[in-house]
Structures are given as C-alpha cells and as structure tokens.
C-alpha cells in the first residue's frame, strides 16, 4: 500500500497524472520491478537487473549549473559547467516527460546518519528497481519522520529520457545535471542506478566543508577497542572488502562524514563489485547474494536454474550488488562510530614498486590524499602493455565540486589534532610488476592491517623508503604467523633484477611529482617536502 507524501509533487511544480507509488517498502518494490518485467529473482530471493549500455558513471555527461552560488565556489578545472539557460530547458523538458508517465516511483528518504549533518533527499523515478535501489543505498526515516518530511533535494532520475545536445548544452543524449541553486538534480539517458547515489555524495561533498566536517570517499568500521578506522581507496583496491571483517562493527563501505563528534555514514546500504565474487575471500559479501531484497546489476544468471555466475563478465566487468547495511554481520547499528584513531590509504599498485604496508606522516598522508594513486592493469585496453598509473585526488575527484585543498586541509587538520595514525596500504603487485609479479596475497594484507590497528606495529623496527621518504617495517610478527615471508616488505629484494626495481621506481615517482605540481601552490612547504625523491639512492 502506497505511503501518502507529506509533500505532494504538486507543491514541488511537477505535474503529472501518473500514479504516485510513495515510500514503498523492500517487498513492495521487488514485486513491482518483477510485475514490471524489469528484473527476475534468483536463487535465494536476489532482484537481478541489466543496465544496457551504461554499467557504470557516465562522467563525462555529469554537470553543475554555473551560477552565482557557484562561481567561485567549484573547482571548475575538474568539474563540467551547464548554463542556467541550458538547464532550464531541459527542467522544462524533465517535467514534461513526467508529466507523461502512467507510474512513477518516489522515495524521501535522507543523506547521512549523523542528524545534525544530513540532508532531506526526495527521489523520483520511474523504475521501481532503481527506487529499490536508491532506498536500500540512502538512511530510510522512520515512520514518524516521514509525516513532516520536507525534501530539500530532489533528484528526478528518468533512464528513458533523451537529452538534446543543442537544446540541453550536453555532449549526448545522456545527461546528469546538478543545480545546487535549485537544489534539482535531472538524470537521463542512463539506466545505471549509481548516479543516483553519487550524486547525493557530491551534494554533501559541497555542503559540509562549509559546516567543517570532513566529507570522505572511503569506508569505516570500528574494532572491539572502540576504536575506528577509515579506509580511502578507489574502485578496486579492497575498501569494501577489507572493512568486511566480521571481527570489527562496520559503519559502512564507501561514503562518510567525519564531524567533531563521530564518523557517520552517508548510506543505509552497501554497493559492493560481484565480478569473480568468492564465498572463501569475502564471505560477509557473499551471503547478500542470498538474500532477498538484494539487488543485483549485471550478474549474470542462468535462466532455468536461476543459479548466479559471478565470473561472467559478459554483462559488465563492473558488476555490483546493492544490499542494506544490515545484510552485513555486526554493522553498527546507528550507522556511526566514534572519530577515526587510524587512516588507512589503500593502493593497487601494478607497477610493483610500493611495499605492503608504510607509515605516513600527516603531511605524507595530506600529499597521498591529494594524489590519490592507484594503477590499472595491462590488458584492461587495446593496446595497453603495461601498467598505467591512475590519480583521483582525494580518492574520489568526479564526485568532488570543491577544489581538492579544501578537502585536503580538512583532513590534515583532523589528523594531526587528533593524534590519528596513517597507513599507506598496497593491495597491488609483489615481485615484480603486473604481469611478471604476482597479487599481494589477501592473507598478508589482512595480516599487516590488523597488526597496525592493533597497536601491534607501534614498535617494529622501521627504515625509510629510498624512493616515497615513509617508514616501512622491517619485520612484523604477523606476518611469520600468518606464514608469509618477511621479505614481501621490502619490494625491491622481492624482484628478480633489482634494477629493473630501480627503473621501475623512478618512473612512478616521476608520475606522482608530475600530477602534484597543479596542487603544490595550495598547500604548505610540510606537504611539498613529502614528495617522493627523485634519483634517490636505492636502499
């Protein structure tokens, strides 16, 4: 049965004679997106969906309307820009075409578990599973909540709609618009559900700043001492699996704030990759797969048995799962954890030069923050050899409309005034590049991390690192207990031609001072002296 809207579409201008599915529960949802034809269940309960052609962000479609709230307030070199005019076509275009639709989808639910720092998000769609999807990724109020409950944003997410590149000011057919005047994101063209969610997280990426709270692409969760870390990294490189740990409380996988009293999540769900999936590696995962109310994006599905093959990529590489918080053993509870005691900033580095684990300075991790460094594979492209060194500053620059300085003040100031430890973790490459070396086996990752949130690495020997100026430990009792090697923490003895290593090295470094340079003129001399060396000696 359809929840009433405390406030109607009508008060918002948007027209339409559709029938309004308000609020509508996981259940509700699922029946509708199956009666629709839009998804089967398989084995277990899980909704399986496809999302045609865009299986993932289409980055270079997204847009922020440039106005006088925003002039001087987005950085602009890493942010597409859309007239006011432009925009108000297509809002005019947007409410036409929902004013067209038989049914439509609309979900209030709120941005950020932390009272205080959350925003109202109301969202219409006209596919149920994507309003499934959207409700199980966003903080679902209560009852209560919901009967005064006054959107302050409004996404209107229409996969069926076709923008006009002269009209609309867009470079195809698809779009995703971001007025921050008019509180009003439109997305069109695209049947991938993850803008939705990311366009919420570059809502509150603009807002909190101003509040001086610390908007972060990462994940989080909280040991049996109480004490919490938070996990930076972009797609690929373990934040999601990693802080999984049936051991420690998870607050989430992807999206938190870090205010003056806690670490909230932004989300109510989890949107983790399927591709190659294991039940042994990453169990916690796994078992969502099982559940109902689960959605799943591009997995492939064998239609008689209704049987799941997550190592099919012939969908997507990037296929993903969107399941509630709670589907996670031990999450915590009000979607929060106590302010952040370490820093983890997770790597996949292909070039195999990086050691498994390193200690940061708050300058070194300011300098790593702002770079946000990880490596693609060879093969991944036509064409592509060898390892090819990715930089998303702040871990998550399509999602930041603020210049990256803002954010990575932010994080300097709480670190060091909190006395808060940093890591740099690779969960890439060993003994050699990709391709010659092998993957940083999942038991010493898990090993050295839990070493370093244990307390456990506080007084291991330590040397500097001849190429990046941090601590790497020269032994690590977890290590010998989990059966790994102590030489993995020295990467350059782990290679067959130590020169090679050497070479190696002084391309990566070389990269890393090239991308910095746009960054160096706003920050301190602390953080320009944390660059790695160039022509350093080997160790």
């Known amino acids: 049965m359809s929840a009433s809207l ?29 009666a629709n034809g839009e998804g089967k269940l398989a084995q277990g309960g899980p909704l399986v969906v496809q999302t045609g052609k865009h299986t993932g962000r289409s980055a270079k479609d997204k847009f922020i309307v440039r106005d006088a709230e925003t002039e ?44 205080e720092h959350r925003v109202r998000v109301r969202v219409v769609n006209e596919l149920a599973w994507h309003n499934l999807f959207i409700r199980t990724l966003l903080c679902r109020p209560s009852v209560s909540e919901l009967e005064g409950f006054d959107p302050e944003y409004t996404i209107i997410d229409l996969p069926s709609f076709r923008a006009d590149p002269e009209r609309h000011g867009t470079r195809s057919e698809t779009v995703v618009a971001v007025n921050l005047s008019e509180k009003l994101i439109l997305i069109g063209g695209t049947k991938y559900a993850g803008e939705m969610k990311k366009s919420v997280f570059g809502i509150l990426n603009y807002l909190l700043p101003t509040k001086g709270v610390m908007p972060m692409h990462c994940s989080a969760n909280t040991g049996p001492d109480g004490k919490t870390a938070v996990f930076f990294g972009l797609s690929g490189t373990g934040k999601t699996t990693l802080s999984a740990d049936a051991s420690r409380t998870l607050i989430g996988d992807d999206e938190h ?26 169990p916690e995962i796994y078992a969502t797969t099982r559940m109902f109310g689960t959605v799943l994006e591009n997995v492939v599905m064998d239609p008689a048995t209704r049987e799941l093959d997550f190592d099919d990529n012939s969908l997507a590489e990037n296929s993903r799962g969107a399941y509630p918080i709670e589907y996670i053993p031990n999450t915590s509870e009000k979607n929060l954890g106590p302010v952040p005691s370490n820093v983890v900033m997770l790597t996949a580095d292909a070039f195999g030069v990086l050691p498994p684990i390193a200690r940061l300075t708050p300058d070194q991790a300011m300098y790593h923050f702002l770079s946000g460094y990880t490596a693609k594979v060879a093969g991944t492209e036509i064409g592509v050899t ?43 490459w060993t003994g050699g590049k990709y391709g010659v070396g092998n993957r940083m086996p999942i038991k010493a990752t898990r090993a050295l991390l839990n070493a370093a949130l244990d307390g456990k ?81 080997p160790a």
């Open 6 to 34: 405390s406030v109607p579409l009508s008060a918002q201008g948007i027209a339409t004679s559709a029938t309004i599915h308000a609020n509508l529960n996981r259940p509700e949802l699922v029946e509708a997106a199956v």
């Open 72 to 115: 001087d307030t987005v950085w602009w070199d890493n942010n597409a820009s859309m007239t006011p005019e432009h925009f108000a076509a297509l809002k005019e275009d947007f409410l036409a075409a929902l004013g067209d639709k038989e049914t439509l989808y609309v979900a209030d639910l709120f941005g950020g578990s932390q009272p």
């Open 257 to 282: 704030g870090w205010s003056d009293e806690s670490v909230f999540n932004f989300e109510g769900g989890c949107y983790a990759k399927m591709i190659r999936l294991s039940e042994e590696a990453e």
């Open 386 to 428: 060898e390892p090819e060194a990715t930089f998303s500053t702040c871990f998550g620059a399509p999602f930041m409309p603020r210049h990256p300085s803002v954010y990575g003040n932010l994080l300097k100031e709480r670190i060091a005034s909190g006395g808060v430890q940093c890591w740099l973790l690779n969960t890439g």
């Open 457 to 537: 690495m506080d007084d291991v020997e330590y040397r500097k690192d001849p190429n990046f100026g941090f601590d790497v430990p020269v032994s690590v009792p977890a290590l010998a207990e989990a059966g790994i090697d102590q030489s993995i923490l020295d990467p350059r003895s782990t290679w067959a031609d130590a020169n090679e290593y050497d070479r190696t090295a002084e391309k990566l470094v070389q990269l890393f001072v090239d991308n910095f340079r746009p960054f160096a003129e706003h920050v301190d001399e602390g953080v320009r002296q944390a660059a790695p060396q160039t022509n350093p000696q």
